[in-house]
T-cell receptor, first 113, second 113 residues
Framework: EAQVTQNPRYLITVTGKKLTVTCSQN?????MSWYRQDPGLGLRQIYY???????DKGDVPEGYKVSRKEKRNFPLILESPSPNQTSLYFC????????????FGPGTRLTVT | GDSVTQMEGPVTLSEEAFLTINCTYT??????LFWYVQYPGEGLQLLLK?????DKGSNKGFEATYRKETTSFHLEKGSVQVSDSAVYFC????????????FGKGTKLTVNP
């Protein structure tokens, strides 16, 4: 089954404790992206990757890092989480042209206390 | 930059009522347009899309037409069901460049029996 998976689905952590949210897709898509969803703000892009070893900032990259060492994986790293990073996070992938939809993972709800 | 404006919710309807959720966009070039739906506790799923002017996307009884002259992509359904209760997001995707999806803020729809 074609899908995007994220782990963990739920995470409660404390300020400053490094964490990684994993994202994996089995569709051989070139393009992957991370979004955060906040009430009243919709979804905003954090980082994206056009292919292996190619990443770039989205609209709200501060406080986040990503890497793309393999085509299928695109982890999101919060090196020193803060309470304003409490949010719902979605990973997405697409074959990489504007004509195609993005496939979304199920989301990771992160709470930073 | 590119942007999407959709009608603010929440929207509450009775079963079998007619639904319209307005969406207008600002973009350079000719973006692809999408409606995504998010059911409670789930990730986003593509509902329908249109990739050029005058295209009509349709799925599950929902329709939207890409109107370049009014820069609009309004979502409609003739007879809603309780199972249509969800949050609906209008989005555009830039042609080329970052492949980023630009989302509206979402419209929550509740359908009562």
């Amino acid at each position: 089954e074609a899908q995007v998976t994220q782990n963990p689905r739920y995470l409660i952590t404390v300020t400053g404790k490094k964490l990684t949210v994993t994202c994996s897709q089995n569709m051989n898509h070139e393009y992957m992206s991370w979004y955060r969803q906040d009430p009243g703000l919709g979804l905003r892009q954090i980082y994206y990757s056009m292919n292996v070893e190619v990443t770039d900032k989205g609209d709200v990259p501060e406080g986040y890092k990503v890497s793309r060492k393999e085509k299928r994986n695109f982890p999101l790293i919060l090196e020193s989480p803060s309470p304003n990073q409490t949010s719902l996070y979605f990973c997405a992938s697409t074959p990489g042209t504007s004509l195609y939809e993005q496939y979304f993972g199920p989301g990771t709800r992160l709470t930073v206390t | 930059g590119d942007s999407v404006t959709q009608m603010e919710g929440p929207v509450t309807l009775s079963e079998e009522a007619f639904l319209t959720i307005n969406c207008t966009y600002t973009a350079t070039g000719y973006p692809s347009l999408f409606w995504y739906v998010q059911y409670p506790g789930e990730g986003l799923q593509l509902l329908l899309k249109a990739t050029k002017a005058d295209d009509k996307g349709s799925n599950k009884g929902f329709e939207a037409t890409y109107r370049k002259e009014t820069t609009s992509f309004h979502l409609e359904k003739g007879s809603v069901q309780v199972s249509d209760s969800a949050v609906y997001f209008c989005a555009l995707k830039d042609v080329g460049g970052s492949e980023k999806l630009v989302f509206g803020k979402g419209t929550k729809l509740t359908v009562n029996p």
